[in-house]
């Protein structure tokens, strides 16, 4: 893991207001949570597929939920993925009816399904009725784009942190890059975790 001052990782991820009113919708774990990770991803993103649907969830089990990490998702929509943005933009809407993580999973569950297709806006609007949205309010939020603001700070944010691919992930000072294992992620996450709760000398 490649570390980075603090302060800079610190300040390019210090959002405008919109992007930091979304931010608890896409965050989970305790707000107390000693550590925290930013994960940057793209939803278009094969490895940020594999991660989010087969090594978050045991990373979630034992760090988010037991209050050790308190884990952000943020936008990083990559250029060569052209379906990538319009996927951050349904996630964002569906974040403004706290309803970004179930989104979230659907993307990644069915992103073969709409990944190739040329024009996956139809097919994204599905997702209002499988997570349970009020589908006007979200179709309104995707035609004004009430969210590309907001994505766009995000990857800008990125982009300043250190991030060059997806998924990459900002944990206390350092960037990591790609979809590791839990076996990679566990002796960080506990390391840290130990720095940041031993007792004061």
């Excluded at 919109?18 to 094969?46: I, L």
């Excluded at 090594?55 to 034992?62: D, G």
């Excluded at 060569?80 to 993580?101: E, G, I, L, T, Y």
């Excluded at 190739?116 to 035609?143: I, M, N, Q, R, W």
């Amino acid at each position: 893991m490649r570390l980075l001052p603090t302060l800079l990782v610190v300040a390019a991820l210090a959002a405008p207001l919109s992007a930091q009113e979304s931010m608890a919708a896409r965050t989970k774990g305790s707000p107390t949570a000693p550590v925290t990770v930013y994960e940057m991803s793209d939803f278009q993103c094969p490895y940020c597929a594999q991660f989010a649907l087969t090594i978050f969830p045991t990373l979630e089990a034992e760090y988010v939920e037991t209050g050790k990490v308190r884990w952000i998702f943020v936008n990083f929509p990559l250029p060569m993925h052209p379906n990538a943005v319009s996927a951050a933009q349904v996630a964002m809407c569906a974040a403004k009816q706290d309803k970004f993580w179930p989104v979230h999973d659907l993307l990644f569950r069915n992103q073969k399904v709409w990944a190739p297709l040329e024009a996956p806006g139809e097919y994204l609007l599905t997702f209002a009725d499988s997570a349970s949205l009020d589908s006007a309010a979200f179709k309104e939020c995707l035609t004004t784009g009430a969210t590309r603001a907001t994505i766009e700070s995000d990857a800008k944010a990125a982009v300043n942190s250190g991030a060059k691919s997806t998924p990459s992930f900002y944990i206390e000072g350092g960037i990591m890059a790609g979809a590791q294992p839990v076996t990679v992620f566990r002796p960080i996450l506990d390391s840290i975790y130990a720095v940041k709760t031993a007792p004061a000398k």
